[in-house]
Protein backbone atom coordinates (compact mmCIF):
# COMPACT_ATOMS: atom_id res chain seq x y z
CA UNK A 1 0.00 0.00 0.00
CA UNK A 2 2.96 2.43 0.81
CA UNK A 3 4.08 1.86 -3.17
CA UNK A 4 0.78 2.64 -4.10
CA UNK A 5 0.28 5.59 -2.20
CA UNK A 6 3.56 6.99 -3.47
CA UNK A 7 2.77 6.38 -7.22
CA UNK A 8 -0.66 8.38 -6.70
CA UNK A 9 0.82 10.69 -4.98
CA UNK A 10 3.30 11.07 -8.08
CA UNK A 11 0.63 11.28 -10.53
CA UNK A 12 -1.22 13.98 -8.89
CA UNK A 13 1.95 16.04 -7.59
CA UNK A 14 2.41 15.62 -11.57
CA UNK A 15 -0.72 17.36 -12.74
CA UNK A 16 -0.02 20.25 -10.37
CA UNK A 17 3.54 21.23 -11.57
CA UNK A 18 4.37 19.22 -14.84
CA UNK A 19 2.15 18.88 -17.52
CA UNK A 20 0.62 21.36 -20.23
CA UNK A 21 -2.51 21.93 -21.14
CA UNK A 22 -5.13 20.83 -23.88
CA UNK A 23 -7.58 24.13 -25.06
CA UNK A 24 -10.39 21.45 -25.37
CA UNK A 25 -12.97 20.65 -22.87
CA UNK A 26 -11.67 22.20 -19.86
CA UNK A 27 -14.62 23.85 -18.00
CA UNK A 28 -17.05 21.18 -19.24
CA UNK A 29 -14.85 18.34 -17.79
CA UNK A 30 -14.77 20.82 -14.62
CA UNK A 31 -18.83 21.05 -14.72
CA UNK A 32 -18.45 17.05 -15.48
CA UNK A 33 -16.83 16.24 -12.31
CA UNK A 34 -18.92 18.90 -9.85
CA UNK A 35 -21.72 16.92 -11.22
CA UNK A 36 -20.65 13.63 -9.80
CA UNK A 37 -19.65 15.62 -6.26
CA UNK A 38 -22.53 15.55 -3.79
CA UNK A 39 -24.14 18.73 -3.04
CA UNK A 40 -23.86 18.20 1.03
CA UNK A 41 -20.29 17.76 0.66
CA UNK A 42 -18.38 19.51 3.53
CA UNK A 43 -15.43 20.76 1.17
CA UNK A 44 -15.06 20.83 -2.48
CA UNK A 45 -11.52 21.66 -4.47
CA UNK A 46 -11.17 21.75 -8.57
CA UNK A 47 -7.38 22.20 -9.96
CA UNK A 48 -8.06 22.89 -13.43
CA UNK A 49 -5.15 21.24 -15.02
CA UNK A 50 -5.46 23.16 -18.63
CA UNK A 51 -4.83 26.37 -16.82
CA UNK A 52 -2.43 25.87 -14.77
CA UNK A 53 -0.14 23.96 -17.29
CA UNK A 54 -0.56 26.40 -19.55
CA UNK A 55 1.14 28.81 -17.19
CA UNK A 56 4.23 26.28 -16.84
CA UNK A 57 4.39 26.40 -20.92
CA UNK A 58 3.93 23.08 -21.62
CA UNK A 59 0.95 21.40 -23.72
CA UNK A 60 -1.17 18.21 -24.32
CA UNK A 61 -3.28 16.20 -26.26
CA UNK A 62 -5.27 13.88 -24.57
CA UNK A 63 -2.89 11.61 -22.21
CA UNK A 64 0.26 12.65 -23.28
CA UNK A 65 2.04 15.66 -22.29
CA UNK A 66 4.55 17.64 -23.72
CA UNK A 67 6.91 19.71 -21.24
CA UNK A 68 8.65 22.95 -21.66
CA UNK A 69 12.18 22.97 -23.23
CA UNK A 70 13.11 25.12 -19.67
CA UNK A 71 11.16 22.58 -17.56
CA UNK A 72 12.58 19.00 -19.17
CA UNK A 73 16.28 20.76 -18.98
CA UNK A 74 15.63 21.33 -15.48
CA UNK A 75 14.09 18.20 -14.40
CA UNK A 76 16.93 16.49 -16.17
CA UNK A 77 19.63 18.32 -14.76
CA UNK A 78 18.51 18.54 -11.19
CA UNK A 79 20.11 16.21 -8.53
CA UNK A 80 17.05 16.64 -6.02
CA UNK A 81 15.07 14.46 -8.42
CA UNK A 82 15.45 11.38 -7.48
CA UNK A 83 15.85 8.46 -10.87
CA UNK A 84 12.61 7.32 -10.01
CA UNK A 85 11.02 10.25 -9.72
CA UNK A 86 12.04 11.29 -13.52
CA UNK A 87 11.31 7.48 -14.32
CA UNK A 88 7.32 8.31 -13.45
CA UNK A 89 7.56 11.58 -15.29
CA UNK A 90 8.41 10.38 -18.41
CA UNK A 91 5.93 7.55 -18.53
CA UNK A 92 3.01 10.06 -17.60
CA UNK A 93 4.37 12.09 -19.96
CA UNK A 94 4.04 9.17 -22.60
CA UNK A 95 0.73 8.97 -21.79
CA UNK A 96 1.11 5.68 -20.16
CA UNK A 97 -1.32 6.75 -17.32
CA UNK A 98 -4.56 7.66 -19.18
CA UNK A 99 -5.10 10.14 -17.55
CA UNK A 100 -6.89 13.11 -19.05
CA UNK A 101 -4.77 16.18 -18.33
CA UNK A 102 -8.07 18.27 -17.92
CA UNK A 103 -9.31 19.15 -13.79
CA UNK A 104 -8.99 17.06 -11.01
CA UNK A 105 -11.02 17.47 -7.95
CA UNK A 106 -11.00 16.34 -4.09
CA UNK A 107 -14.12 16.76 -2.07
CA UNK A 108 -15.05 15.84 1.06
CA UNK A 109 -18.40 13.60 2.21
CA UNK A 110 -18.99 10.42 3.47
CA UNK A 111 -15.92 9.47 2.38
CA UNK A 112 -13.00 11.77 0.84
CA UNK A 113 -11.91 11.32 -2.79
CA UNK A 114 -9.03 12.60 -5.46
CA UNK A 115 -11.13 12.59 -8.89
CA UNK A 116 -10.62 12.72 -12.46
CA UNK A 117 -11.55 11.27 -16.02
CA UNK A 118 -9.73 9.23 -17.87
CA UNK A 119 -8.92 9.23 -21.52
CA UNK A 120 -7.97 5.08 -21.30
CA UNK A 121 -9.10 3.48 -18.07
CA UNK A 122 -7.98 0.48 -19.25
CA UNK A 123 -4.59 2.10 -19.67
CA UNK A 124 -4.89 3.64 -16.45
CA UNK A 125 -6.02 0.21 -14.68
CA UNK A 126 -2.83 -1.39 -16.41
CA UNK A 127 -0.41 1.14 -15.23
CA UNK A 128 -1.94 1.38 -11.41
CA UNK A 129 -1.05 -2.36 -11.65
CA UNK A 130 2.27 -2.49 -12.21
CA UNK A 131 3.43 0.53 -10.56
CA UNK A 132 1.73 -1.18 -7.29
CA UNK A 133 2.04 -5.10 -7.76
CA UNK A 134 -1.71 -5.30 -7.23
CA UNK A 135 -4.58 -7.27 -9.04
CA UNK A 136 -7.32 -5.29 -9.98
CA UNK A 137 -10.58 -6.73 -8.66
CA UNK A 138 -13.70 -6.33 -10.81
CA UNK A 139 -17.11 -5.37 -8.88
CA UNK A 140 -19.89 -4.82 -10.97
CA UNK A 141 -19.23 -1.98 -13.27
CA UNK A 142 -15.95 -0.69 -10.87
CA UNK A 143 -12.67 -2.06 -11.00
CA UNK A 144 -10.50 -1.39 -7.57
CA UNK A 145 -6.78 -1.05 -6.71
CA UNK A 146 -6.43 -0.86 -3.30
CA UNK A 147 -7.51 3.00 -2.82
CA UNK A 148 -8.30 3.11 -5.85
CA UNK A 149 -11.35 3.06 -8.22
CA UNK A 150 -12.30 2.97 -11.73
CA UNK A 151 -15.86 3.28 -13.32
CA UNK A 152 -16.56 4.13 -17.08
CA UNK A 153 -14.07 7.21 -17.88
CA UNK A 154 -13.49 8.10 -14.67
CA UNK A 155 -10.71 7.50 -11.51
CA UNK A 156 -11.44 8.35 -7.43
CA UNK A 157 -8.69 7.78 -5.27
CA UNK A 158 -10.17 7.33 -1.61
CA UNK A 159 -8.09 9.09 0.77
CA UNK A 160 -9.92 8.37 3.25
CA UNK A 161 -9.64 4.13 3.51
CA UNK A 162 -10.99 2.03 0.78
CA UNK A 163 -13.68 2.95 -2.27
CA UNK A 164 -17.37 2.38 -1.57
CA UNK A 165 -18.01 1.80 -5.24
CA UNK A 166 -22.09 1.54 -4.45
CA UNK A 167 -21.67 4.96 -3.60
CA UNK A 168 -19.28 6.03 -6.14
CA UNK A 169 -21.93 4.33 -8.50
CA UNK A 170 -24.57 6.79 -7.37
CA UNK A 171 -22.52 9.89 -7.30
CA UNK A 172 -22.02 9.61 -10.81
CA UNK A 173 -25.77 9.09 -11.56
CA UNK A 174 -26.66 12.25 -9.90
CA UNK A 175 -29.43 14.65 -11.15
CA UNK A 176 -28.49 18.41 -11.11
CA UNK A 177 -30.30 19.21 -8.10
CA UNK A 178 -28.56 16.46 -6.18
CA UNK A 179 -24.76 17.08 -7.21
CA UNK A 180 -22.52 20.07 -6.77
CA UNK A 181 -23.49 21.69 -9.57
CA UNK A 182 -26.98 22.87 -7.95
CA UNK A 183 -24.81 24.76 -5.08
CA UNK A 184 -24.89 28.00 -4.78
CA UNK A 185 -20.47 27.69 -4.59
CA UNK A 186 -20.60 26.25 -7.52
CA UNK A 187 -20.22 29.42 -10.03
CA UNK A 188 -17.04 30.54 -7.55
CA UNK A 189 -15.46 26.62 -8.40
CA UNK A 190 -15.81 27.26 -11.96
CA UNK A 191 -13.62 30.20 -12.81
CA UNK A 192 -11.29 29.09 -16.29
CA UNK A 193 -8.56 31.62 -15.62
CA UNK A 194 -7.88 30.48 -11.47
CA UNK A 195 -5.49 27.42 -11.38
CA UNK A 196 -6.76 25.89 -8.44
CA UNK A 197 -10.45 27.24 -6.39
CA UNK A 198 -12.09 25.80 -3.53
CA UNK A 199 -14.93 26.42 -1.09
CA UNK A 200 -15.39 25.04 2.37
CA UNK A 201 -19.09 24.99 4.14
CA UNK A 202 -17.81 25.64 7.80
CA UNK A 203 -20.75 23.76 9.31
CA UNK A 204 -20.24 20.97 8.24
CA UNK A 205 -16.24 20.62 8.39
CA UNK A 206 -16.77 21.75 11.93
CA UNK A 207 -19.16 18.77 12.62
CA UNK A 208 -16.39 16.57 11.30
CA UNK A 209 -13.52 17.73 13.74
CA UNK A 210 -13.21 16.66 17.61
CA UNK A 211 -13.26 20.28 18.58
CA UNK A 212 -15.90 21.31 16.16
CA UNK A 213 -18.58 23.15 18.80
CA UNK A 214 -15.84 25.11 20.04
CA UNK A 215 -14.84 26.25 17.16
CA UNK A 216 -18.12 26.96 15.97
CA UNK A 217 -18.89 29.56 19.20
CA UNK A 218 -15.16 31.14 18.56
CA UNK A 219 -16.15 31.93 15.11
CA UNK A 220 -19.61 33.42 15.94
CA UNK A 221 -17.86 36.02 18.10
CA UNK A 222 -15.35 36.85 15.23
CA UNK A 223 -17.76 36.74 12.68
CA UNK A 224 -21.58 37.16 11.79
CA UNK A 225 -23.19 34.25 9.99
CA UNK A 226 -19.76 32.74 9.24
CA UNK A 227 -20.83 29.92 6.41
CA UNK A 228 -18.27 29.59 3.94
CA UNK A 229 -14.81 29.63 3.30
CA UNK A 230 -13.83 29.89 0.16
CA UNK A 231 -10.86 31.09 -2.22
CA UNK A 232 -8.70 30.41 -5.40
CA UNK A 233 -4.81 30.35 -6.38
CA UNK A 234 -3.53 31.07 -9.73
CA UNK A 235 0.52 30.84 -10.97
CA UNK A 236 2.21 32.81 -13.10
CA UNK A 237 5.61 32.96 -15.19
CA UNK A 238 6.98 35.52 -12.11
CA UNK A 239 4.52 35.47 -9.46
CA UNK A 240 2.05 32.82 -7.54
CA UNK A 241 -0.93 34.27 -5.64
CA UNK A 242 -4.09 32.64 -3.52
CA UNK A 243 -6.81 34.19 -1.38
CA UNK A 244 -9.16 33.02 0.96
CA UNK A 245 -12.52 35.08 1.84
CA UNK A 246 -15.22 34.35 4.52
CA UNK A 247 -18.46 33.96 3.53
CA UNK A 248 -21.77 34.02 5.01
CA UNK A 249 -25.12 31.76 4.34
CA UNK A 250 -25.95 34.79 0.90
CA UNK A 251 -22.48 33.81 -0.12
CA UNK A 252 -21.47 37.49 0.89
CA UNK A 253 -18.94 38.72 2.86
CA UNK A 254 -19.37 37.94 6.22
CA UNK A 255 -18.84 40.58 8.68
CA UNK A 256 -16.03 40.80 11.16
CA UNK A 257 -17.10 41.28 14.67
CA UNK A 258 -13.60 42.68 16.13
CA UNK A 259 -12.56 46.15 15.98
CA UNK A 260 -9.47 45.86 14.31
CA UNK A 261 -6.79 48.97 12.19
CA UNK A 262 -4.51 48.77 10.17
CA UNK A 263 -0.31 48.44 10.36
CA UNK A 264 1.07 51.70 11.25
CA UNK A 265 3.66 51.70 8.55
CA UNK A 266 6.17 54.16 10.17
CA UNK A 267 6.83 51.68 13.02
CA UNK A 268 7.72 48.65 10.23
CA UNK A 269 10.31 51.39 8.78
CA UNK A 270 11.70 52.55 12.46
CA UNK A 271 13.75 49.75 11.87
CA UNK A 272 17.35 50.94 11.76
CA UNK A 273 18.29 47.69 9.57
CA UNK A 274 16.37 45.34 6.63
CA UNK A 275 15.58 41.43 7.73
CA UNK A 276 14.56 38.27 6.05
CA UNK A 277 11.75 38.05 7.86
CA UNK A 278 8.83 40.51 9.19
CA UNK A 279 5.96 40.23 10.70
CA UNK A 280 3.25 43.21 11.88
CA UNK A 281 0.04 43.14 13.17
CA UNK A 282 -2.71 46.08 14.44
CA UNK A 283 -3.39 45.51 17.71
CA UNK A 284 -5.87 49.08 19.08
CA UNK A 285 -6.83 48.69 22.70
CA UNK A 286 -10.37 48.24 21.96
CA UNK A 287 -8.80 44.87 20.26
CA UNK A 288 -6.75 43.65 23.44
CA UNK A 289 -9.95 44.84 25.80
CA UNK A 290 -12.17 42.49 23.46
CA UNK A 291 -9.72 39.75 23.44
CA UNK A 292 -9.65 39.48 27.49
CA UNK A 293 -13.05 39.64 27.27
CA UNK A 294 -13.66 37.10 25.24
CA UNK A 295 -10.82 34.82 26.87
CA UNK A 296 -12.69 35.72 30.47
CA UNK A 297 -15.94 34.22 29.23
CA UNK A 298 -14.40 30.99 28.09
CA UNK A 299 -12.44 30.79 31.42
CA UNK A 300 -15.50 31.08 33.34
CA UNK A 301 -15.20 34.49 35.05
CA UNK A 302 -11.28 33.19 35.87
CA UNK A 303 -9.10 35.86 36.46
CA UNK A 304 -6.95 36.16 32.79
CA UNK A 305 -3.21 36.29 34.09
CA UNK A 306 -2.34 38.16 30.47
CA UNK A 307 -4.89 40.42 30.63
CA UNK A 308 -3.09 43.36 32.13
CA UNK A 309 -0.27 42.27 29.84
CA UNK A 310 -2.35 42.69 26.91
CA UNK A 311 -3.73 45.35 27.81
CA UNK A 312 -0.92 47.50 27.53
CA UNK A 313 -0.35 47.01 23.68
CA UNK A 314 -1.94 49.50 22.06
CA UNK A 315 -1.06 50.35 18.23
CA UNK A 316 1.38 47.95 15.66
CA UNK A 317 3.67 45.62 16.98
CA UNK A 318 6.31 45.07 14.27
CA UNK A 319 9.10 42.03 14.43
CA UNK A 320 12.19 41.87 11.53
CA UNK A 321 14.40 38.42 11.95
CA UNK A 322 17.07 36.95 10.37
CA UNK A 323 16.10 33.45 7.73
CA UNK A 324 18.07 31.81 10.95
CA UNK A 325 15.85 32.82 13.51
CA UNK A 326 18.55 33.25 16.08
CA UNK A 327 18.24 37.05 15.94
CA UNK A 328 15.06 39.40 15.84
CA UNK A 329 13.97 42.67 17.07
CA UNK A 330 10.81 43.73 18.13
CA UNK A 331 8.77 47.24 18.11
CA UNK A 332 5.40 47.86 20.02
CA UNK A 333 3.09 50.19 20.17
CA UNK A 334 1.56 50.58 23.61
CA UNK A 335 -1.01 53.13 25.83
CA UNK A 336 2.33 54.50 27.90
CA UNK A 337 1.08 52.60 31.14
CA UNK A 338 1.51 49.16 32.89
CA UNK A 339 5.21 48.63 30.90
CA UNK A 340 5.98 46.05 33.56
CA UNK A 341 4.09 43.26 33.09
CA UNK A 342 4.78 43.66 29.30
CA UNK A 343 8.25 44.18 30.04
CA UNK A 344 8.77 41.12 32.19
CA UNK A 345 6.49 38.94 30.37
CA UNK A 346 8.72 39.41 27.15
CA UNK A 347 12.18 39.19 28.88
CA UNK A 348 10.80 35.76 31.24
CA UNK A 349 9.45 33.77 27.97
CA UNK A 350 11.74 34.88 25.19
CA UNK A 351 14.51 36.30 27.20
CA UNK A 352 14.68 38.97 25.21
CA UNK A 353 16.41 42.57 26.22
CA UNK A 354 13.66 45.34 26.41
CA UNK A 355 14.08 49.22 26.28
CA UNK A 356 11.52 52.12 26.07
CA UNK A 357 11.57 54.90 23.78
CA UNK A 358 8.16 56.96 24.86
CA UNK A 359 5.41 54.61 24.41
CA UNK A 360 6.94 51.93 21.77
CA UNK A 361 9.04 49.04 23.56
CA UNK A 362 12.08 47.37 21.42
CA UNK A 363 12.48 44.02 22.65
CA UNK A 364 15.76 42.59 20.84
CA UNK A 365 16.93 38.67 21.40
CA UNK A 366 20.55 37.85 20.40
CA UNK A 367 22.22 40.49 18.37
CA UNK A 368 20.15 43.40 17.06
CA UNK A 369 22.96 44.00 14.19
CA UNK A 370 21.78 41.68 11.61
CA UNK A 371 20.45 42.14 8.30
CA UNK A 372 18.58 40.84 6.09
CA UNK A 373 17.69 41.16 1.84
CA UNK A 374 14.22 43.17 2.63
CA UNK A 375 14.80 47.53 4.11
CA UNK A 376 12.15 47.98 6.25
CA UNK A 377 10.77 50.75 3.70
CA UNK A 378 10.17 47.47 1.54
CA UNK A 379 8.52 45.77 3.88
CA UNK A 380 6.10 48.36 5.27
CA UNK A 381 5.28 49.11 1.34
CA UNK A 382 4.57 45.17 1.40
CA UNK A 383 2.64 45.38 3.87
CA UNK A 384 0.46 48.41 3.18
CA UNK A 385 -3.11 48.17 4.37
CA UNK A 386 -2.98 44.69 6.23
CA UNK A 387 -4.14 44.42 9.69
CA UNK A 388 -1.94 41.63 10.30
CA UNK A 389 0.73 40.48 7.33
CA UNK A 390 4.23 39.02 7.27
CA UNK A 391 7.29 39.36 4.22
CA UNK A 392 10.14 36.89 3.90
CA UNK A 393 12.84 36.12 2.09
CA UNK A 394 14.01 32.21 0.62
CA UNK A 395 10.46 30.94 2.20
CA UNK A 396 9.55 28.88 -0.57
CA UNK A 397 13.31 28.89 -2.11
CA UNK A 398 15.99 30.87 -2.36
CA UNK A 399 16.16 34.82 -2.79
CA UNK A 400 12.19 34.32 -3.58
CA UNK A 401 9.86 36.89 -1.84
CA UNK A 402 6.41 35.96 0.13
CA UNK A 403 3.90 38.50 1.17
CA UNK A 404 0.78 37.39 3.51
CA UNK A 405 -1.25 39.69 4.71
CA UNK A 406 -4.85 39.53 6.31
CA UNK A 407 -6.92 42.53 5.65
CA UNK A 408 -10.44 44.05 6.11
CA UNK A 409 -12.63 44.07 3.14
CA UNK A 410 -16.24 44.97 2.63
CA UNK A 411 -15.86 44.90 6.31
CA UNK A 412 -14.55 41.34 6.52
CA UNK A 413 -11.33 39.58 6.50
CA UNK A 414 -9.58 38.26 3.52
CA UNK A 415 -6.70 36.37 3.70
CA UNK A 416 -3.78 37.14 0.23
CA UNK A 417 -0.56 35.27 -0.37
CA UNK A 418 1.63 35.96 -3.20
CA UNK A 419 5.18 34.64 -4.20
CA UNK A 420 7.58 36.47 -6.93
CA UNK A 421 9.11 34.43 -9.03
CA UNK A 422 6.11 32.39 -9.93
CA UNK A 423 6.57 29.23 -12.48
CA UNK A 424 10.79 30.19 -12.04
CA UNK A 425 10.25 29.72 -8.19
CA UNK A 426 8.11 26.43 -8.37
CA UNK A 427 10.80 25.08 -10.13
CA UNK A 428 13.01 25.55 -8.03
CA UNK A 429 11.64 24.76 -4.82
CA UNK A 430 10.59 21.57 -6.37
CA UNK A 431 13.58 20.43 -8.21
CA UNK A 432 16.37 22.30 -5.50
Keep these: ????????????????????????????????????????????????????????????????????????????????VKPEDK???????????????????FFSAARSYVTGLLNDPDKFVAYMEKETGLTSTTEGDAKTIGNIAVLGNQFWVCTTGRPDTEQLKYYRQLNEKQSYMSADAASLLLQPDKAMTYVADVNRSMALLPNGTYMKIASSLIFNDMSYVAGNAD??????????SVLNSDMKPAELLLPVEKIDASVVKSFDKGGDIYFAAGVPKKLTKKLTDLAGSF??????????????????????ANSGASDAEARIQTTG????????????????????????????????????NITPSQAADLLKGAWIGMVSNGFIARDVTTVTKLSVDKKSLRLDFEADGGVDALITAITR
Design 87 to 105: QHLKEICNGETGISMSSVA
Design 235 to 244: IKKKSFMANA
Design 299 to 320: MGGKSNPFASVLEAIDGTVAVR
Design 1 to 80: MKKLSYSLLTVIAILFMAVGCSKNGGDDDASSLLRTVPADASSVVLVNIAHTVESLGGSTDGSVVKLSKELQKTIDESQA
Design 337 to 372: QNFTDLSNMLQSLFGVTVTRDGDTLTAVLGSKDFTG
